[in-house]
């Protein structure tokens, strides 16, 4: 188990972003903007990044000078959802993308329940010492900043077929232009992507070098290639290399695309589930390091 005082931060955290939730939705199936629950959602969602970022700096001053980035599941988590919420105050200012909130804020709140539960039950970090120091920050940074991107992604496929079912069954019409137009939303799911593309492509190829250079990072045995969570990772790649080409022909395009936005987001989090859950998955993880201040656990 991770430090006490860092789950119960994140439980917090969780409420909140949880409660902002409820505002967004709110607002999405009401007839009015809601001035003041906009404001107020965005004060959560202000209060929830600041406290990620004040539990990332803790997480450094409790681990010690040794402690570096990403050295366990959760400050991936956490980071991921410090930078989504950052995103989704960005977003909330942008008039041609309205209603992202409603679809992001839920998904911040499902990342935050997943880091309580990794800082509280699945608490383990991982091997950064390994032959391959450098290759493996470059593929911890290219799958979680790729995660980030793809649930951009993911919420605009969200948004895109919420709006596209108004349009279609001609439901409160008049407030459809409180939302984003589908074509500014198929627009930021190709660019985030691509984005997502390139970043994932990256922390596999960073994976691949690791795992193929030997050391203590080769854990999964001769039939690696084809273990759960590489066969996730790789589909999951090649899900958002047929999102970021839709504007290339109409086969995938509109709400082809959204739905594979969002599967490929569940791909990815089904790739971490897998990693926590097999043991035999868990390539790069080692024993739980004790922080500092603490006697070994």
Request: aromatic share 8%; net charge positive.
């Amino acid at each position: 188990m991770d430090n006490p005082l860092i789950t119960a931060a994140l439980v917090v955290l969780t409420l909140l972003s949880l409660a902002a939730s409820g505002l967004a939705l709110r607002r999405l199936f009401a007839r009015s903007s809601g001035r003041i629950a906009t404001r107020a959602e965005q004060l959560l969602i202000t209060a929830c990044s600041l406290g990620l970022l004040a539990v990332f700096l803790y997480r450094k001053i409790q681990m010690g000078p040794g402690w570096q980035p990403l050295e366990a599941h959760v400050d991936g988590l956490v980071l991921i959802g410090l930078l989504f919420g950052v995103v989704i105050l960005f977003l909330q200012q942008r008039p041609r993308l309205g209603g992202l909130d409603a679809f992001g804020l839920p998904l911040l709140t499902v990342i935050l329940a997943w880091s309580v539960c990794a800082s509280a039950w699945t608490y383990r970090a991982f091997d950064l010492n390994t032959l391959h120091p450098v290759w493996m920050a470059v593929h911890l940074a290219g799958v979680y900043m790729g995660t980030l991107s793809s649930a951009v992604a993911a919420i605009a496929g969200g948004t895109f077929l919420y709006v596209q079912h108004r349009l279609r069954s001609k439901q409160n019409i008049a407030d459809t232009g409180r939302l984003a137009n589908l074509e500014s939303l198929e627009s930021l799911i190709i660019r985030t992507a691509t984005i997502g593309f390139a970043l994932l492509t990256l922390g596999l190829l960073a994976g691949l070098v690791i795992q193929t250079g030997g050391g203590a990072a080769s854990r999964l045995g001769p039939g690696w290639w084809h273990s759960p969570k590489v066969l996730l990772a790789v589909l999951a790649w090649a899900v958002y290399a047929v999102v970021m080409n839709v504007r290339f022909g109409s086969a995938f395009r509109g709400a082809r695309a959204a739905w594979l936005s969002i599967f490929g987001l569940v791909l990815l989090l089904a790739t971490y589930g897998v990693v926590t859950a097999l043991p035999n998955a868990r390539d790069d993880a080692r024993p739980t390091r004790a922080p500092s201040s603490e006697t070994p656990r």
